[in-house]
């Protein structure tokens, strides 16, 4: 079992939609938690960081956590073309120093 | 964000030199930097963590001798891909976390090998 796991996709969705991403982790003491954006062809940029239960927003973007069920999620309001993207979640593992990706999903918003 | 800065973004090179690529941190101190290397439309590979003042721990399956890493001081680390191969073309990210902070990675531009 992978320690982070994601939905490849692609997840399509039409302009104006909600986007939600998914993601589950196996390591129950994992603490801190990241979603980060990766466009083709370019190095992964952070959009989003949540560390204690429940929603977090950030203008379009809401992260939300779950570590009972080992859960976190981001959704994006009123999705946009420019959001296409590969979103990728991380998870900071309890006793370690390095971030654990998911394989990251494939988002795509259709105009 | 905090910002790193990677260069070269882009090389070419012929098969079996050298390539050094550049891992700056602007505007914070890193003790700790990572070195991913990503192949088209699969997921980021961590391939070693670089400590500031120490020898760089490789993950499993990625040749030390291979892949050079210096982490001289607090806002540099460098990679050197020696005697490169084709195989080796893919790109390569650098990442840092501030060494107070809350975990949180944030990654260089990339650079793109290419080896011919």
């Known amino acids: 079992q992978k320690e982070v796991e994601q939905n490849s996709g692609p997840l399509s969705v039409p302009e104006g939609a909600i986007a939600s991403l998914n993601c589950t982790y196996s390591?129950?003491?994992?603490?801190?938690f990241f979603w980060y954006r990766q466009y083709s062809g370019k190095s992964p940029e952070l959009i989003m960081s949540i560390y204690s239960n429940g929603d977090k927003e950030d203008g379009r973007f809401t992260a939300q956590l779950n570590k009972a069920s080992q859960y976190v999620s981001l959704l994006i309001r009123d999705s946009q073309p420019s959001d296409s993207a590969t979103y990728l979640c991380a998870v900071l593992q309890n006793a370690g120093n390095m971030l654990t990706f998911g394989g990251g999903t494939r988002l795509m918003v259709k105009p | 964000g905090a910002v790193v800065s990677q260069h070269p973004s882009r090389v070419i090179c012929k098969s079996g030199t050298s390539v050094k690529i550049e891992c700056r941190s602007l505007?914070?101190?890193?003790?700790?930097m990572f070195w991913y290397r990503q192949f088209p439309k699969q997921s980021l590979m961590l391939m070693a963590t670089s400590n500031e003042g120490s020898k760089a721990t490789y993950e499993q399956g990625v040749e030390k001798d291979k892949f050079l890493i210096n982490h001289a001081s607090l806002t540099l680390s460098t990679l050197t891909v020696t005697s490169a191969h084709p195989e080796d073309s893919s790109f390569y990210i650098c990442?840092?976390?501030?060494?107070?902070?809350?975990?949180?990675?944030?990654f260089g531009e990339g650079s793109r090998l290419t080896v011919l």
């Open positions: 390591d129950r003491g994992s603490q801190s």
């Open positions: 990442s840092a976390r501030r060494s107070a902070g809350t975990g949180e990675l944030f």
């Open positions: 505007d914070f101190q890193a003790t700790t």
